[in-house]
């Protein structure tokens, strides 16, 4: 139903900064939550960012929070992540996601039904 296709990945150095997009393919983009998750070679997928369907509240992983900023433009059916102050424990593959319901918070992976391909962000020293 919903399509994801995540864009802005790249070879950063740390300090620098990059931004996320995630173009998706519905009629009623606002009628999702959305969230990015990122996954590092070896570790398990974790939890970034996620905005509601308005863009009125936000959550943040304690590893992003005061660095990353997630926000969306439902005009154009787009959800941005900000990454500044790049570290090089950032590398991984930036996953985007959607989800319909609220029955799991926020940061649960398990609630989003859609997700894009990943964007790769690999940060040198």
């Known amino acids: 139903q919903v399509q994801l296709v995540e864009s802005g990945g790249g070879l950063v150095q740390a300090g620098d900064s990059l931004r996320l997009s995630c173009a998706a393919s519905?009629?009623?983009?606002?009628?999702?939550?959305m969230g990015w998750f990122r996954q590092a070679p070896g570790k398990e997928r974790e939890f970034v960012a996620a905005i509601s369907r308005s863009g009125g509240m936000t959550g943040y992983a304690d590893s992003v929070k005061g660095r990353f900023t997630i926000s969306r433009d439902n005009a154009k059916n787009t959800v941005f992540l900000q990454i500044n102050s790049v570290k090089p424990e950032d590398t991984a593959v930036y996953y985007c996601a959607a989800r319909s319901g609220r029955t799991f918070p926020f940061r649960q992976s398990a609630g989003y039904d859609y997700w894009g391909q990943g964007t790769q962000v690999t940060v040198s020293s």
């Open positions: 519905t009629r009623t983009f606002s009628s999702y939550d």
